[in-house]
């Protein structure tokens, strides 16, 4: 790693470390992506990265590439192999559940056990909590209210687009908790409620397919969520899977209490499963 970029360099900035760190965890990955799609991957600009391969002595980032790959020593054999891979009409059913499987390893190996417990704190101590999900966040959103509602947690939905969004969001205070997901392209609506929750000092839980997410704001705690590139297809399993540990780790801070309230839940069915079958 040292022999091609030098990190101890004072004239790499923030942008550069994010793409040493991206060839650091995906050695085999990264040399077979566009700079586009290593761009879009890490939420950098193309001429970023283009400076960054002449920063590190390279003419262009198709040098830079060619550097990696005689470094890693991965032969032409498996680089043709791996497009001819992703060129296949179809995929296996096991060969996708294997991929899943990688997304879930890689999401676990980013998830910082300190800010889970932070974001679990936060979801028991403050007054409501609303969750704002949008397209197939919509199950994610749907998934956390079903969840923390049977523990009893006050919980609510923003509305899912457009300026409706500010009938709830002007009720909002540093009293509440804000949940947000930005998988892909963020949401107009969700990087204006992420300004509003910065201004305001709102506690926030952002779920994102951003490895590095820069945010210098002790309110927001941010979990990488791993779908895979860009362009593949893209399935909740790896989100559902952290969600579900945080819900876990939300029972581990109150568990008397939750199970009364689901205690109550079950007694309640059972008074009425003759006038609402179970």
């Not at 032409?76 to 060969?95: G, I």
């Not at 676990?108 to 974001?119: V, Y």
């Not at 409501?128 to 919509?138: L, N, R």
Request: proline fraction near 4%; hydrophobic fraction near 40%.
């Amino acid at each position: 790693m040292a022999e091609l970029f030098d990190t101890s360099n004072p004239q790499l900035t923030a942008s550069d470390h994010k793409i040493i760190a991206f060839f650091t965890n995906h050695p085999q990955l990264a040399p077979f992506l566009s700079i586009s799609e290593v761009t879009e991957t890490i939420g950098i600009s193309n001429a970023t990265l283009t400076r960054f391969a002449k920063k590190t002595g390279f003419a262009n980032y198709k040098e830079l590439k060619q550097a990696w790959l005689t470094q890693q020593r991965i032969s032409p054999s498996k680089k043709l192999e791996k497009r001819r891979q992703e060129a296949a009409p179809f995929e296996s059913a096991n060969a996708f559940i294997q991929r899943e499987i990688q997304h879930l390893n890689e999401t676990a190996a980013h998830l910082q056990g300190e800010t889970l417990q932070q974001a679990a704190r936060a979801i028991t101590q403050k007054k409501q909590v609303y969750v704002f999900s949008k397209g197939a966040t919509k199950a994610l959103g749907d998934l956390l209210y079903f969840r923390l509602n049977r523990f009893g947690i006050a919980i609510q939905h923003l509305c899912s687009s457009g300026s409706e969004i500010f009938e709830t969001l002007a009720h909002i205070t540093s009293q509440d908790v804000l949940i947000l997901f930005g998988f892909g392209k963020i949401p107009k609506e969700t990087s204006v409620i992420l300004s509003y929750a910065k201004e305001h000092h709102i506690t926030t839980l952002l779920f994102s397919d951003q490895l590095y997410y820069e945010s210098h704001e002790p309110t927001l705690h941010h979990f990488y969520v791993s779908r895979g590139l860009p362009d593949t297809y893209h399935s909740l399993t790896t989100a559902i899977a952290l969600i579900d540990a945080f819900i876990v780790e939300v029972s581990h801070l109150a568990p008397e209490a939750y199970q009364e309230k689901l205690q109550q839940l079950h007694t309640l069915k059972e008074q009425y499963k003759k006038e609402i079958p179970r």
